[in-house]
């Protein structure tokens, strides 16, 4: 090749990266987003319990077609049924007393997209709406808690638990964004979440932590002396002591997860089950690290869905009082799992991306 031939190649090597340079600034410029690096603990070792499994593979579909992107679980006092929040607006009930012979009701229509619910001291579901508030649900009635707190419309409330007082414990995943733009705030990855108490005294809601990494689900202890909460985007739960010497203050209960914590519930035998949406990656390490790669990936998912990319291997994992790891059941073929409960010796679980929920055998700690 000639002296005229390089000079060409080279200038066209170099408009190609002007180019380059000047799409990829375009991007950043037009980002919807302002993220930050985050710094995660490495990731623990997939050995003893977190060994990969597929314990969930076979699972049975229970009300299949009819629990659309169930997101939570609530189960009723006598451990005859649970509640579920579904895509449809509706709250569905699914009775299992009979065995291997499931039934959903139609329960109540809220509308919206019903997320966390929690059982209240007069048999009502305290529900987490998103954007539209905290409601108070009968059989035949939705009611509206409250909307706001600390002089903020709440954007997207998610997990709830609530006293035997009806004290309500609930998270807001980010002040800033809504549930239709909450992929924004999974890019962003920064600490916009919220703990929150309502009291029905008052009837009014108060902020009790803020700067949470998307906190997820409340499940308070037997003895209501402390709740247990997530921060989905950094793989851990913390305690939050209500009584005693520690009250108010903050603890670590289990963190560095082998995947991200959604809701967790508190079965009749003092184990935590926490649904894991999907397995942590070297990808969410790098999309951590790397703010470019979340614009960019923000981009991409305007186009294509990344969730079984991004999400991996669903599953549910039951912790004991102590932040001990005792059991783990996954499935590299599902992704969203939100929500899973030890029930008579079985595991039912629930899934945005699923129409029915999953019942498997839980036959933990031997597996």
């Given at each position: 090749?000639g002296?005229?031939?390089?000079?060409?190649?080279a200038?066209?090597?170099?408009?190609?990266?002007?180019?380059?340079?000047?799409?990829?600034?375009?991007l950043l410029r037009?980002?919807?987003?302002?993220?930050?690096?985050?710094?995660l603990l490495p990731?623990?070792?997939?050995e003893?319990v977190?060994?990969?499994n597929?314990?969930l593979?076979n699972a049975v579909?229970?009300?299949?077609?009819?629990?659309?992107?169930?997101e939570d679980l609530?189960?009723?006092r006598?451990?005859?049924?649970?509640?579920t929040?579904?895509?449809d607006?509706?709250i569905?009930r699914v009775?299992?007393d009979?065995p291997?012979a499931?039934?959903v009701?139609?329960?109540?229509?809220v509308?919206?997209r019903p997320?966390?619910?929690?059982?209240?001291?007069?048999?009502?579901?305290?529900?987490c709406?998103?954007?539209?508030?905290?409601?108070n649900?009968t059989?035949d009635k939705?009611?509206v808690l409250?909307?706001e707190a600390?002089?903020?419309?709440?954007?997207t409330?998610?997990?709830?638990?609530?006293?035997k007082e009806?004290?309500?414990y609930?998270?807001?995943l980010?002040y800033?964004y809504?549930?239709?733009?909450?992929?924004?705030?999974?890019?962003?990855?920064l600490p916009?979440?919220?703990?929150?108490?309502?009291?029905?005294?008052?009837?009014?809601?108060?902020v009790l932590?803020?700067?949470l990494y998307f906190?997820?689900?409340?499940a308070?202890s037997?003895?209501?002396?402390?709740?247990?909460?997530c921060e989905t985007?950094?793989?851990?739960c913390?305690?939050y002591w209500?009584?005693?010497?520690k009250?108010?203050k903050?603890?670590?209960?289990i963190?560095n997860l082998?995947?991200f914590?959604?809701?967790?519930?508190?079965?009749?035998d003092?184990?935590?089950?926490?649904?894991?949406?999907?397995?942590?990656n070297?990808?969410w390490?790098?999309?951590a690290?790397y703010t470019?790669?979340?614009h960019l990936l923000?981009?991409?998912?305007s186009?294509?869905n990344?969730?079984?990319f991004?999400?991996?291997?669903a599953g549910?994992?039951?912790?004991?009082?102590?932040g001990e790891a005792?059991?783990?059941y996954?499935?590299?073929k599902?992704?969203?799992?939100t929500?899973?409960?030890?029930m008579?010796?079985?595991l039912?679980?629930v899934?945005?991306h699923?129409?029915?929920?999953g019942?498997?055998?839980?036959n933990?700690p031997?597996?």
């Amino acid at each position: 090749m000639g002296a005229e031939g390089l000079i060409q190649n080279a200038v066209w090597v170099a408009v190609l990266c002007l180019a380059s340079a000047a799409a990829w600034q375009a991007l950043l410029r037009t980002s919807p987003i302002h993220p930050l690096p985050v710094h995660l603990l490495p990731r623990p070792p997939a050995e003893g319990v977190y060994a990969p499994n597929f314990r969930l593979n076979n699972a049975v579909k229970v009300g299949s077609g009819l629990i659309p992107g169930g997101e939570d679980l609530a189960v009723d006092r006598e451990g005859r049924s649970f509640f579920t929040g579904c895509s449809d607006g509706w709250i569905k009930r699914v009775w299992i007393d009979q065995p291997d012979a499931e039934r959903v009701e139609n329960w109540t229509f809220v509308g919206g997209r019903p997320l966390g619910l929690a059982l209240g001291p007069m048999d009502e579901l305290i529900v987490c709406a998103g954007d539209r508030g905290l409601l108070n649900v009968t059989g035949d009635k939705v009611e509206v808690l409250c909307t706001e707190a600390g002089g903020l419309p709440f954007k997207t409330v998610d997990g709830v638990d609530v006293t035997k007082e009806g004290v309500v414990y609930f998270t807001e995943l980010t002040y800033k964004y809504s549930p239709k733009d909450i992929l924004l705030g999974v890019f962003e990855y920064l600490p916009h979440g919220r703990l929150l108490r309502y009291d029905p005294s008052t009837k009014s809601a108060t902020v009790l932590l803020t700067d949470l990494y998307f906190p997820n689900a409340v499940a308070l202890s037997k003895k209501e002396d402390f709740f247990i909460y997530c921060e989905t985007l950094i793989f851990r739960c913390r305690k939050y002591w209500l009584e005693g010497e520690k009250a108010g203050k903050v603890e670590t209960f289990i963190e560095n997860l082998p995947g991200f914590p959604d809701n967790v519930i508190l079965d009749d035998d003092g184990t935590y089950w926490i649904g894991l949406i999907g397995e942590r990656n070297i990808f969410w390490d790098l999309a951590a690290k790397y703010t470019s790669l979340r614009h960019l990936l923000l981009r991409i998912s305007s186009f294509i869905n990344l969730d079984p990319f991004l999400f991996p291997t669903a599953g549910v994992v039951g912790v004991r009082e102590d932040g001990e790891a005792i059991a783990y059941y996954s499935d590299p073929k599902r992704s969203f799992i939100t929500s899973g409960v030890k029930m008579g010796g079985r595991l039912y679980f629930v899934s945005l991306h699923e129409n029915s929920i999953g019942r498997s055998p839980a036959n933990f700690p031997d597996q």
